[in-house]
Every structure is written in structure tokens, then in C-alpha cells.
């Protein structure tokens, strides 16, 4: 089996990973953040949510570092005051809504304080607002302004093959002018090019003064994959793809199982242990 050492920094996804499809926080999820806190190990997230949308989560975890939202587009204090952003530049960010938009996909737009949609009822919008715990803004189209302060813009559609297909579209015009990923089955999420969770990887290390060799990440989804190729041990969760799985260290069980909590039993607290 293989163990994490000299791991000082756990940084974890939260959807698909560290709460269950119906946003739960599990017990054995927060009992395995304390066991982390005992065992002298610190716990980071990040999340393509904006960091309103982990509120929630610092109290019952216990949370002290800064928590990376929009895939690290906002880096916020756990009180949720902003440290750091980084918007979009308004060239690529117009051109990828109109390629979006082309492609069929509906388009959100996050600026680091509101979540701007052109339908409060399409798809998704309602359930995206529950999880998030705020409402979006509705709007008719999304102006040069709103573009400007965009930190993250994001396609849904429920075919995963035109999403797909979405993400090299955008990846291969955009270029270097931003980063395109898949954050779920049904989004896609395009931001700053270093907003991303490989760069929250290098971010973290920088500001606690640790090797990327010393953080372990967890996740499900493609856009984690970059954090996995930046940090010393990366785990992917049972429910990810196997083309995710295939690019982490050990695989855990699904977030509907504790994967969460059994990745850092299995993989990260023996290492102190032994």
C-alpha cells in the first residue's frame, strides 16, 4: 500500500469529495480533520464554488488557512475577507462566451462578489443557489462590465460529450489567456490561467513555507488533476473517473462512502504514526 511521508498540508476538493452528492458534511469527515489537527497535519480546500460557497464548512471544520475559490481565482481567509484575486482578462473572457453560447451551453459568470446568470430558472441554477447558499443575479446579457470583473465563467449542459468537446474548443482558442476545466459532469469552468488548482498548490506552499512535496490533494474531478501533478502524494476518490484515478498516487473509496475520511486514515495518518 502506498503511504504518504512528511506530509504537512492536506488540500482537498470539497464537491464529489469532501461532502456527499447531497452536500453533507459527514461525521467521520470532520472527525478525520480533527485526527489530521492532532496528528500536527493543517487542512486547505479548494473548490471551483466561490468562497462564499464554503462558508459553511469552516466552523465545523475547524478551518485556519486560506480557502482557494473559483479553482483559485479568490484566495480568502476563513472569515471570507480577500486576499488575492485573479480576474479573467475581458478579451478572452467575451470571446468564451460567445464560444460557449455557440456550442449550446448556458453561461454563468462569476465576479469575486456576485454570480450573474441570464436565466434564474434554467437548469441547474436553483440546486447550484441551495449548495452555494446565495441567490443569483439575473441578467440579460452580460456586459463589457460584468465581463471585466469576471473571475469565472462557466458552461452548463447536460451532454457530457459537448462539454467535452466544449473544453478543447475553449482550451484551443483561448491558448494561454485562461484556463479551461471540467469541474463536474455538467460544468465547465474557465478562469485567470493561474487559477487553477495546481497553481493553489504552489500558493499554499509559498505561504507556509513547505515543499508542493509535503501537500497531499484529494479530489474527483479533471480540474484536480492539476493539483495531483503538483503535489508530493494525490489521491483520487472512488466516484472519480478512471481517467482522473489514473492520474493520482492510491484511489479511496466514493464520497457516498467516506472516502474522505478513509484516504486519510489509509494514506496520510500512518505515515505520522509509524
Known sequence: MSVARDIRLVLSDVDGTLVTGDKI??????????????????LALTSSRP???MRMLVEPLDLKLPLAGFNGGVLVNPDMSVIETRAIDPVAARQVVDLLLGQGLDVWVYTATDWCVRDPNAPHVAREAWILQFDPVAVPIFTTEDLARAIKIVGVGDDAAVLAASEKAACDLLGDAASATRS??????????LANKGAVVATLAGRLNILPAQIATIGDMPNDVLMFRQSGFSIAMGNASDEVKAQA?????????????SA??????????G
Not at 25 to 42: M, P
Open 264 to 273: 486519510i486514515r489509509k494514506f496520510i495518518l500512518p505515515a505520522v504514526a
Open 249 to 261: 498516487r492510491a484511489v479511496t473509496d466514493s464520497n457516498e462512502n467516506d472516502g474522505f475520511a
Open 184 to 193: 463536474s459532469t455538467y460544468f465547465l469552468d474557465v478562469t485567470n490561467p
Open 51 to 53: 468562497p462564499q460557497g
Open 25 to 42: 458534511l459527514t461525521d467521520a469527515a470532520k472527525a478525520a480533520a480533527r485526527e489530521l489537527r492532532a496528528a500536527g497535519i493543517d
